[in-house]
């Protein structure tokens, strides 16, 4: 496996404390100049924040969760894009439904209160008394940490030098169902993995116990920065997809909104975007939305430390307790089907009418309890890898539709490079090699424990494999636990 402190060079301060200290949903930091009175913590002196399960009655008619997998394998069978959508809605509208916890002011979303998968790992290593059970709760929010596919990338491509100083934020989380699974099992003990390896390294692929149906694991991702004097903070917006394809980082649109902090624009505001570094007047007022159009949350002090030394370091920053931190993108996966199902939901001006990977028609399917912030955000699915839908194992690329379902903040910048994997994934069978060529299902059925089998653009993976999968031991999609080992031997 690539040995991260190996690869990276020490460039900087913040580099060095970027990778030991954190690794992924997106969200911009904004300052707040009006102070929300801290509610007192239960018992006086720690806050605790009690994870939520995910709601069984969100009042959307045909919606269910978990629904039945004869259910979704109908919806693949007859390409019923409609039902996928529409399901994905309803996964947004449980995630973000606001519940009765809160911390430092902020009334909690559902998926806030779920503990982050550094948080699980760690209870993992916990060995519980006799007749007692390790509780599922939280102290504070989960903390930030850089999206680790972006250093994992890097290193899969042989980069000379990872980049560690970024903008964009995540918090992997799990739900009650995925964290409960894997504090019962220790699934993040090196242990209890090695004892999946195959007993033939040769002809043999592990896998490990399989996550409940109830199970869903998330990557909200945010983007970092402060106002200006105006009380304005600038925010790469999506324009698109390029064409031809390319890598296509957030950095490189060109394209911006401005959030204000003082929630003081009109509703339903239509916006147009800035595309140049040096923008009129005019123009800024036509691209400045609220900053209330974004689910948001303010910075506790251990997350404004935490950015103040892992911020982009060229364009350095100063933040503090109670500024903004916005979400701009999120990865959910939930366990209803054997290669789980995938959707993925990013910011979005013009969220009636997104750019792809989204559409019209899928925002014309969004459901009218989705509301407020929540109803900023568009969506792309990938409950299969191509269409037709393929078998588990045994299926083919030929004659084949691609399925394109990336999030622009996340994956668009990745180049050809990240994909040069020798395991018979590359060269793609389909001829993608960007980041915004990519699948979810795809990329997340190569995650294994050592993490050598590395990344895929889109393209059909048999589970069975051996050409791919040959002495590896599978970790059921989930990078999230390759990315978080316990070394316990």
Not at 138 to 160: D, G, I, M, W
Not at 350 to 357: I, S
Request: aromatic share 12%.
């Amino acid at each position: 496996m690539y040995s991260l402190s190996n690869a990276v060079k020490k460039t900087n301060k913040k580099t060095t404390v970027g990778l030991l200290l954190f690794s992924s949903l997106l969200i911009t930091t904004v300052s707040c100049k009006k102070e929300t009175k801290e509610t007192k913590p239960e018992n006086g002196d720690i806050a605790q924040i009690v994870p939520q399960e995910f709601p069984q009655d969100l009042g959307i008619s045909g919606f269910n969760f978990p629904e039945d997998s004869t259910a979704v394998y109908n919806w693949l069978n007859n390409r019923d894009t409609d039902n996928i959508t529409k399901h994905a809605w309803g996964i947004w509208a449980g995630l973000t439904q606001k519940t009765n916890e809160t911390y430092k002011g902020d009334t909690l979303r559902v998926f806030e209160t779920w503990m982050g998968v550094k948080e699980v790992a760690a209870h993992c290593r916990t060995v519980a008394l006799k007749g007692q059970e390790i509780k599922q709760v939280k102290t504070a929010r989960t903390q930030l940490s850089v999206p680790r596919q972006f250093t994992h990338a890097q290193l899969l491509a042989n980069k000379e030098v990872v980049q560690t100083n970024f903008q964009l934020f995540e918090t992997v989380s799990y739900s009650p169902g995925a964290a409960q699974y894997a504090i019962d099992n220790k699934i993040f003990n090196f242990s209890v993995l090695n004892s999946y390896k195959p007993k033939d390294t040769l002809t043999g692929i592990g896998r490990i116990k399989p996550f409940p149906s109830n199970a869903i694991t998330l990557k909200p991702t945010y983007f970092t920065g402060v106002p200006d004097k105006n009380g304005l903070i600038r925010i790469p917006t999506w324009p698109g997809t390029p064409t031809p394809p390319k890598a296509f980082k957030d950095t490189v649109w060109n394209t911006y909104v401005y959030a204000d902090i003082t929630n003081s624009q009109p509703a339903n505001k239509k916006l147009v975007p800035v595309t140049t570094e040096n923008p009129s007047p005019e123009q800024i007022k036509n691209a400045t939305c609220n900053v209330s159009d974004f689910i948001n949350y303010k910075l506790d002090k251990e997350a404004a430390d935490f950015l103040n030394k892992n911020e982009d370091i060229d364009n350095p920053q100063v933040f503090k307790e109670g500024d903004l931190i916005l979400l701009v993108a999120m990865h959910v996966g939930t366990k209803e089907i054997s290669n789980w199902t995938w959707q993925t939901f990013f910011w979005s001006y013009q969220p009636d009418t997104p750019f792809a990977p989204s559409s019209t028609a899928e925002a014309n399917l969004r459901p009218s309890q989705i509301k407020g912030a929540a109803a900023h955000y568009a969506v792309a699915t990938a409950y299969a890898m191509v269409w037709p839908n393929q078998p588990i194992n045994g299926g083919t690329n030929t004659n084949v539709e691609a399925i394109i379902a990336f999030n622009p903040y996340l994956e668009a910048g990745f180049d050809p490079s990240t994909f040069q994997n020798k395991n018979g994934t590359y060269p793609n069978k389909l001829g993608f090699e960007y980041g915004v060529q990519t699948n979810c299902m795809s990329c997340h059925a190569l995650a294994t424990v050592s993490g050598n089998v590395g990344y895929t653009a889109d393209q059909y993976i048999s589970m069975n494999d051996l050409s791919i999968f040959r002495g590896e031991t599978q970790v059921d999609f989930a990078w999230s636990i390759q990315g978080n080992i316990n070394k316990d031997q």
